[in-house]
């Protein structure tokens, strides 16, 4: 049996004098993959501690009754410590979350490619978003409950946060919310990256040239904050969720609740300062990702240049 390999074409099999097409074997190079995981979980993980304070801005006004002007009035006595707390398992969950959705994302992408030549850009890039988010979000719940229970004010630091959560709420303590963070993320990762994917060939074509990086960049923070805003109300359930201690509440309860008690509006709560935090992010996950990853790719192919 002989074969040829290829990334978008779909090889012929002989056999017994019948023709076959079938999809190539696929081929995943496990180091351009860990590559773009690693540029995406570093490019997560610094946006996420330079813009910790305005997430933990937006975690307060979401988990209390209070308005974003309010919230922004008591700053000096929340001061740098308190709009700094939970940034160790906010790092440590955007890092590991972000690097495993990027490089499944990759891998998801040349699977479907080598599968499905056939398939839409847009459509390998919607599913290969679904699979990377799923996954990756799995990953960083735990640490998700424990950076939003510390940006509230419920507990002063990470170890009182660990052994309270568990006091109070035991191990399923750390997977409150699960169900709204997939709603959210789901629907973010692929609507951001198919507008991200959309808009970055839109502007090309307007200009008649490839990007800057600083356009690629603009690019990608529009995207991201434009899906962060779409997907606010989800981010709200989730923040309410995550904040209760005690008894675990559904996410329908949780809705009909703030619908009830706050109306429409409240189910985008800190949608303003979610913008503007995850404006950056999706410049750093969306852009500064994909210019990483190139700038790694031009370093092993310089480097395999020089050895030769």
């Known amino acids: 049996m002989k074969y040829c390999y290829g990334c978008i074409f779909r090889s ?33 993980a610094l946006s996420c501690a330079l813009l910790h304070p305005v997430d933990s801005v937006k975690t307060r006004v979401q988990a209390s009754s209070m308005s974003f002007p309010e919230i922004i009035a008591k700053l000096p006595q929340i001061g ?22 990027t490089g499944i994302f990759e891998a998801s992408k040349l699977v479907l490619v080598n599968v499905a030549p056939n398939l839409p850009e847009l459509q390998v890039q919607s599913i ?9 979000t799995a990953v960083r719940i735990p640490c998700e409950v424990l950076k939003q229970r510390l940006q509230a004010g419920l507990f002063d630091n990470v170890g009182e946060a660990l052994v309270g959560t568990w006091q109070q709420d035991g191990l399923r303590g750390f997977f409150r919310g699960t169900g709204a963070t997939l709603c959210r993320e789901v629907p973010f990762y692929v609507a951001g990256m198919g507008l991200y994917a959309e808009s970055k060939k839109g502007v090309q074509k307007l200009l008649g040239r490839e990007l800057e990086a600083w356009e690629t960049i603009a690019v990608g923070a529009l ?6 805003v779409v997907t606010t109300p989800f981010d709200v359930m989730k ?21 009830r008690h706050e109306g429409p509006l409240g189910l985008f709560k800190g949608a303003v300062p979610r913008f503007f935090w995850i404006a950056p992010l999706g410049a750093m996950n969306f852009a500064g990702y994909e210019l990483a990853r190139k700038a790694m790719n031009k370093n092993v192919e310089l480097a395999g240049k020089a050895s030769e």
């Open 223 to 228: 995207s991201g904050g434009l899906a962060a």
């Open 239 to 259: 923040t309410r969720m995550m904040t209760a201690q005690g008894r675990s509440v559904s996410m329908i309860i949780v809705a009909f609740s703030i619908l």
């Open 12 to 44: 012929i099999w002989f056999e017994a004098a019948t023709v076959v097409a079938v999809p190539p074997p696929v081929e995943i190079p496990a180091g351009s993959v860990l590559r773009s995981a690693l540029a995406g979980g570093l490019s997560c």
């Open 128 to 136: 290969a978003s679904f699979c990377s988010t799923f996954l990756g």
């Open 80 to 101: 740098v410590r308190g709009l700094y707390r939970g940034s160790i398992p906010a790092i440590l969950g955007q890092f590991s979350s972000h690097g495993l959705r």
